[in-house]
């Protein structure tokens, strides 16, 4: 593993204080003021690596982007069967590294600036676009002639319980949530998927 520069290091430090701010009290009260004192350096720091909020807050979302990317690609890596694909994006997307407290916050309130900042939802549709990609090569692989729309279901079912997640009490259950899909998935594809 390449070691990290000082910049890398610390444009990951105030991108996970970006990440805890936006949980602690969400996307409008995140200021630079507030992410730097989290991330323990000075608003200075911050204007050094990134040039305003909206670029380390496109800077946060990419790197939700790539963490869930990775979730999902170290899966599949490991997947020998389209079944095993299948199983590799369901638990990239609902995998406890990704489906935490922080991280449906986050995505959450990401979800809400969407619909006014093109840059935001650029990044949202890549993201979109990723995970029905996954879904329908991994259904078209089980032979399924419908793979598109149980492809569609299956992506609102998983945004359903990130949002579900974000408005629990208890916060995000990924293994609940994991069942719910399976749940639809065997029935619809008439298996038993575990």
Known sequence: MPKLGMEEIRRRQLIEATIASIHEVGFA?????RISAKAG???????????????????????????????????????????????????????????TPEGVSAWLAFWA?????????????VIISRLRDNLVHALKGLGR??????????????????LRAALAQDGPDSARARRLVLDYLNARLDTKLK
Do not use: M
Request: proline share 3%; net charge negative.
């Open 113 to 125: 600036q969407v619909p006014t900042s093109p840059r935001l939802a650029r990044i949202q549709h």
């Open 145 to 162: 002639k419908d793979a598109q729309e149980i492809a569609r279901v299956t992506e609102a079912l998983i945004d359903g319980l990130w």
């Open 29 to 33: 009260e995140s200021s630079l003021s």
């Open 41 to 99: 350096v000075s608003t200075g720091i911050v204007h050094h690596y990134f040039e305003d909020k909206a670029e380390l807050l496109e800077s946060t979302l990419r790197a939700l982007g790539t963490k869930l990317r990775l979730c999902v690609v170290q899966r599949l890596n490991a997947a020998r069967t389209p079944t095993e694909r299948l199983l590799a994006v369901l638990d990239g997307n609902l995998g406890t590294e990704i489906f």
